[in-house]
């Protein structure tokens, strides 16, 4: 089994509507990461999270918003999806203490707004 | 922000040696990394290195930094077809466990 896990792998859906994207992970981590991924701009970070308590925006937060339910689970929500926010999702975990910060991606959500 | 450059696509024949080229900008990084993402995957570390480190080698893998022109290389000898995939490097802030990740090298190994 996977130890970081997205769901939904793909998703279509039209601007205006809202849209969750789901992270799990069983590695015990407790830092959380959203990312999005265009093509030629790289993997550019959303939202990150120290532990459940702690949110923390990244460099490109505005129109969307985070929910850490549990340390393993982070989602990532669009309240009103616009077609510029057509791109791949990543989440990631990495655990706190270690002197280098190897990050555990997920497959990736790719998401279309038309 | 720190900005993290790398050119977009690298196209090599089997068996030469691959080198992907990567400057970043924040002079307190402790550790820089190479991430590989293949094909409908998310990304994998690859390798990685400490700021106080000119070079480091892991079988086909050699990784050199120069400090002094923020410059951070990847070799890749005798590239396989296997090989083919985005690189990515990346910066860690020192001390903040944050990343910023480069805009990643398209590797094309040619057979």
């Known amino acids: 089994d996977a130890d970081v896990t997205q769901t939904p792998r793909n998703r279509i859906t039209k601007t205006g509507k809202r849209i969750m994207l789901e992270c799990s992970q069983t590695?015990?981590?407790?830092?959380m990461y959203w990312y999005r991924q265009d093509p030629g701009l790289g993997l550019r970070l959303i939202y990150y999270?120290?532990?459940?308590?702690?949110?923390n925006k990244g460099e490109i937060s505005d129109g969307y918003s985070v929910s850490r339910q549990a340390q393993a689970k982070f989602s990532l929500s669009l309240e009103s999806a616009i077609p510029n926010q057509t791109a791949l999702y990543f989440c990631?975990?990495?655990?706190?203490?270690?002197?280098?910060?190897?990050?555990?991606f997920g497959p990736g959500t790719r998401l279309t707004v038309l | 922000g720190e900005d993290v450059e790398q050119s977009l696509f690298l196209s090599v024949r089997e068996g030469d040696s691959s080198v992907i080229n990567c400057t970043y900008t924040?002079?307190?990084?402790?550790?820089l990394y190479w991430y590989k993402q293949e094909p409908g995957a998310g990304l994998q570390l690859l390798t990685y290195?400490?700021?106080?480190?000119d070079m480091k080698q892991d079988q086909r893998l050699t990784v050199l930094l120069n400090k002094k022109d923020k410059h951070l290389s990847l070799r890749i000898a005798d590239t396989q077809t296997g090989d083919s995939a985005i690189y990515f490097c990346?910066?860690?802030?020192?001390?903040?466990?944050?990343?910023?990740f480069g805009t990643g090298t398209k590797l094309q190994v040619i057979p």
């Open positions: 990631a975990t990495t655990a706190s203490g270690n002197s280098y910060n190897e990050q555990f």
């Open positions: 590695k015990g981590h407790d830092r």
């Open positions: 999270s120290f532990d459940v308590k702690d949110i």
């Open positions: 924040d002079s307190s990084s402790t550790y």
């Open positions: 290195i400490f700021s106080n480190m």
């Open positions: 990346a910066e860690e802030e020192g001390g903040y466990q944050k990343v910023t």
